[in-house]
């Protein structure tokens, strides 16, 4: 049964930064890309980044390239993103997710994702 388990949300102001951490269980992470994805209260959960399983190739959402930075340690079946420069828009629910198929590259198919976190709390106050 696949886990994952995001941390490292919090309130912090504009300008700051903080950086995320997603730790997956149940299937063998260094042969998955992983995806980070947000939701903010009354909108849709939009990309945010995604890697893929070899840290061969990254994708950023336009909002957030040159500001976040996702990586993996797969010793440590662990994805991480970096997020600095936070703008009060960042403010969200911040999930990492896992798509069905080994080697499989969904990019930002939030619908190609299949195995998700229970989200953390990202809020930046003006």
């Known amino acids: 049964q696949v886990q994952l388990v995001e941390s490292g949300g919090g309130l912090v102001q504009a300008g700051a930064s903080l950086r995320l951490s997603c730790t997956a269980s149940?299937?063998?992470?260094?042969?998955?890309?992983m995806g980070w994805f947000r939701q903010a209260t009354g909108k849709e959960r939009e990309f945010v980044a995604r890697i893929t399983w070899n840290s061969g190739n990254t994708l950023y959402a336009n909002s957030v390239k040159g500001r976040f930075t996702i990586s993996r340690d797969n010793a440590k079946n662990t994805v991480f993103l970096e997020m600095n420069s936070l703008k009060p828009e960042d403010t969200a629910v911040y999930y990492c997710?896992?798509?069905?198929?080994?080697?499989?590259?969904?990019?930002?198919?939030?619908?190609?994702?299949?195995?998700w976190g229970q989200g953390t709390q990202v809020t930046v106050s003006s």
């Open positions: 997710a896992q798509p069905r198929f080994q080697f499989s590259d969904p990019r930002m198919n939030v619908g190609q994702y299949d195995a």
């Open positions: 149940g299937r063998t992470f260094s042969t998955y890309t």
